[in-house]
């Protein structure tokens, strides 16, 4: 950017005053921003003060200076940074600034400028013969997919051609500017395409619906690996997380009080089987009764390939607690037995069921949101098999549930009934359409 400085002192005016209107909206203009920061008025009063006079004066910054408790320096600063503020005198009926920056320039600003210099004068910033007309080169401003365009005090005239140009030159010079209808100078609105809408041309007939996922592809059978020579488990002396998610947590009876003094009893009893192990190196599943870690789950990663599946041993089987059986192959993991009894942590024994477990096959009761493999096998425990005995579930039972499994109230959380009753009656679709998503 060229450096700016103000007129000559032969055309700089003595004094700079605004007018009564202009006058009341700088002090209201002032009066919107908080004390302190009037400094923030400081371009729009220039911009009013350059619409009065038609152009900056050095006794206009002098005055905005004194209006906004501001070094004169500062206005100054701002005035000659912004090529929309005019240092110099500039023509009566128009001032035209010419956009040169690379797309218009590439799309004509040269002839442009031409049409300014045979029109106005050969030089920028000079007024032509009767002082009415003016022009200047400036920076981008801002409507580059419109090129070549051009702006005359607070409007652009855009998509210009030389032709168009000289008309819009003369009518200004003419006193006629008012004639001239800014923006676009084709068959345009604003930047849309030239020549109006190609596209989305036809009223939409259809209602839009809303959009429901295709159902998941079922999963293919992945073929049976070669049987993993069983290893000896390592030594489990880690602590336990302080945050055990509710699902995989060893089920609870009895009142708040007695389950406090059960887990108290466990954690010692964990405590003394970790001390054990210690001593003698030898893994001990006493410390993780009941757990199901990642290794349980490693056949559902990377196709069964997950690194430690072969290594770890199941809850129950192998290491100190298990007695003479033997670490099953990695491939050959156990499907949860519905007839499978959960020990509890207060009696070491099985639930004891509270339903009457019905005829027929189970339910994938894991299908409901909040039930996971380890809660399903303790529902099955309980004599919950099936989807329509939730959907039909009392407060009473629901109440019974939650006092053995210390659910602390997450069958009416997630909505266990909703979904059972959905998946009784038409299984995944019908949950998908009560829901909209799949379950699980």
Not at 39 to 52: E, G, H, K, W
Not at 233 to 253: G, W, Y
């Amino acid at each position: 950017m060229s450096t700016r400085r103000l007129a000559d002192e032969s055309v700089q005016p003595a004094s700079f005053a605004f007018n009564a209107e202009n006058q009341a909206w700088a002090e209201k203009r002032i009066a919107l921003y908080p004390a302190g920061r009037q400094q923030s008025a400081v371009i729009p009063l220039l911009m009013r003060a350059q619409d009065q006079d038609g152009w900056v004066t050095r006794a206009t910054i002098e005055k905005v200076a004194e209006m906004l408790d501001m070094p004169y320096i500062r206005v100054l600063e701002v005035a000659t940074f912004y090529t929309q503020f005019q240092l110099a005198p500039v023509g009566k009926n128009a001032h035209i600034q010419v956009c040169g920056t690379t797309p218009c320039m590439l799309r004509g600003a040269g002839e442009l400028i031409e049409v300014c210099k045979h029109k106005i004068h050969p030089e920028p910033h000079h007024l032509n013969a009767d002082g009415t007309m003016s022009w200047e080169e400036v920076e981008c401003l801002g409507a580059c997919v419109n090129a070549p365009m051009v702006m005359i005090y607070h409007d652009t005239y855009e998509d210009l051609t030389p032709g168009r140009f000289e008309e819009i030159v003369d009518a200004f010079a003419a006193g006629k500017g008012e004639t001239i209808s800014p923006g676009p100078q084709i068959d345009r609105m604003t930047s849309a395409a030239i020549g109006g809408r190609t596209t989305l041309l036809e009223q939409p007939t259809a209602k839009r619906e809303k959009f429901v996922p295709p159902p998941a592809p079922e999963a293919e059978a992945a073929p049976a690996a070669a049987p993993a020579p069983a290893v000896k488990a390592q030594p489990d002396t880690a602590a336990k997380p302080k945050d055990v998610a509710e699902e995989n947590a060893p089920a609870v009876k009895g009142t708040p009080k007695k389950a406090k003094v059960s887990q108290a009893k466990a954690e010692t009893e964990r405590k003394s089987a970790a001390a054990a192990a210690k001593a003698d190196g030898s893994p001990n599943n006493a410390m993780r009764e009941g757990a199901t870690g990642a290794e349980s789950k490693a056949e559902a990663i990377d196709g069964g390939k997950a690194v430690g599946k072969a290594k770890a041993s199941e809850p129950g089987i192998g290491g100190a607690s298990a007695g003479a059986k033997k670490t099953r192959p990695a491939d050959k993991a156990p499907a949860a037995n519905p007839d499978e009894v959960v020990p509890t942590v207060e009696k070491g024994g099985e639930l004891t069921p509270l339903f009457e477990r019905p005829d027929g096959p189970v339910d994938d009761l894991k299908l409901i949101s909040g039930v996971g493999p380890v809660i399903e096998r303790k529902l099955n425990a309980l004599g919950i098999t099936r989807y329509d005995q939730i959907a039909k579930f009392k407060k009473a039972d629901i109440a019974r549930v939650d006092e053995v499994l210390n659910f602390k109230g997450r069958i009416e959380r997630d909505d266990w009934l909703k979904q059972a009753k959905a998946l009784a009656k038409g299984g995944v679709e019908e949950y998908r359409k009560v829901f909209g998503k799949d379950p699980r």
